[in-house]
């Protein structure tokens, strides 16, 4: 069950990382996003989802 946990937190990181490249903010602020999200994976994905840039799609 752990595993299934890891994974799924692994690949809601990498949607997360994917959306935070998809922005039109600076590229300082992406890579910062980034390291939150990869180095605090749970935490920085829930703080990416409150508070971080979202993506523009379709723009």
Not at 17 to 23: D, L
Not at 26 to 39: D, G, N, R, Y
């Amino acid at each position: 069950m752990n595993y299934l946990f890891g994974i799924i937190i692994f690949a809601l990181d990498v949607w997360a990382i994917a959306s935070i490249i998809n922005t039109n903010v600076q590229t300082s602020t992406k890579i910062l996003w980034i390291v939150l999200v990869a180095f605090l994976p749970l935490l920085g994905l829930i703080i990416w989802w409150f508070a971080g840039p979202k993506p523009n799609y379709g723009s």
